[in-house]
């Protein structure tokens, strides 16, 4: 099959449904088929994906490092679905692109599916302070999602966040989940134990998050976990801050405020997969209590490389985890946290143990996810 993947982001920044984007059409062109991706054009800095044919659409500049995409004013866009022969558009997003590649190929007769990755309510609220603004972009969002001809999320959370939303068919959703193009245990054992002396964290607990630093992502909860955990005379850990964004400069003042600049290192983003799995596989324990995201694609990362996660009970990322087996499911208490994570640093092994459950069960590549999507797209072509 011809197959047209269209998200409204791409790299250079730094977002998960870019990564997931990506590696499943890889995969997808492994198993045969025919795979283009229609993105947003970022003139400065083009990044190109290996064995991918990659539309660009004029776009402008947005907030942060994303761009906003024209494809209605874009001549050559609006061409490409019409005269692409694909079999199948798998929208990534419901913005400007996701619009127009769901309109077009309602036109052409093209079944359209689409991928719920983000809380999209979340986001709007933290950015828009007008109620009304809110609303009406909520309205354009799931008129898109309605639209398309088949719905997945990425977890039954998400499923659930699709109901409130307001989306008709929720029981006809199919989930599946994201997985990791990093190999399993692949980080190089020296370079990691270099890493750790460079980082001074050879006798020390270490933790980690790695992603995007925005409010949503909940470093900040972090950040109060380590300052109740210092302030038990517990001093003998450091936090591993890994990614950019504009409330970096908050997570910071943030730090001075803990009195955790002695704990706290923050290295930016890593945008090598290799030298991001040798972080990984440096650290302790992956501080992650998003109740944002609909999967947590690095926790699957730090899985791949031995690094357990630890994670808010109820929230999507604690679907594939077994508290204390694969990873740590806590409730939403900052005492709590503390109470853990103090334990951990006591008792070391206890993360390595479940460091080892993870990379065994919670751990997943990319290659049975795209036969499953291979199979709902076949579905779609002969329906």
């Not at 007008?130 to 998400?158: D, E, R, W």
């Amino acid at each position: 099959m011809k197959i047209l993947q269209v998200l409204d982001s791409f790299f250079p920044t730094v977002d998960g449904p870019n990564s997931v984007m990506v590696n499943l059409a890889l995969k997808l062109r492994e198993l045969g088929h025919e795979v283009e991706l229609l993105v947003p054009d970022f003139p400065k800095n083009r990044v190109e994906a290996e064995g991918l044919k990659i539309h660009r659409c004029r776009s402008a500049k947005s907030n942060e490092s994303y761009r906003a995409a024209l494809p209605f004013f874009d001549g050559k866009i609006k061409r490409l679905v019409k005269n692409g022969g694909y079999d199948v558009i798998h929208l990534h997003s419901p913005f400007t692109l996701g619009h127009f590649a769901l309109k077009t190929g309602k036109k052409y007769g093209i079944p359209v599916v689409f991928t719920f990755h983000t809380k999209f309510r979340d986001e709007l609220e933290n950015r828009l302070k007008s109620k009304a603004l809110q609303k009406f972009m909520m309205n354009y969002i799931m008129n898109c999602i309605n639209g398309c001809t088949a719905v997945t999320a990425v977890s039954y959370g998400a499923v659930e966040t699709l109901k409130d939303y307001g989306y008709k068919n929720c029981g006809e959703v199919k989930v599946i989940y994201n997985g990791t193009d990093m190999p399993l245990h692949g980080a190089d054992k020296s370079n990691v134990a270099d890493l750790r002396q460079r980082l001074e964290i050879e006798d020390k607990f270490a933790f980690m998050f790695a992603g995007r630093l925005a409010e949503v992502k909940n470093v900040a909860f972090s950040l109060k976990v380590l300052a109740k955990v210092k302030e038990r005379g517990i001093n003998g850990f450091k936090f591993i801050i890994a990614g950019d964004g504009d409330y970096g400069k908050t997570l910071k003042k943030l730090v001075s405020e803990y009195n955790l600049t002695e704990n706290v290192v923050f290295v930016g983003r890593i945008s090598d997969k290799k030298t991001l799995a040798e972080y990984y596989a440096a650290c302790n324990l992956l501080l992650f209590p998003s109740t944002f995201d609909t999967f947590g694609l690095v926790v699957s990362e730090a899985a791949a490389n031995g690094l357990p996660a630890a994670v808010m009970e109820g929230c999507s990322s604690a679907e594939r985890l077994e508290d204390g087996a694969s990873g740590f499911v806590w409730k939403n208490d900052a005492d709590f946290w503390a109470e853990k994570t103090a334990e951990l640093i006591r008792n070391p092994m206890t993360a390595k143990r479940a460091g080892e459950g993870a990379a065994e069960k919670a751990y997943s590549g990319w290659d049975g996810i795209a036969k499953v999507y291979s199979e709902l797209y076949l579905s779609l072509k002969n329906t």
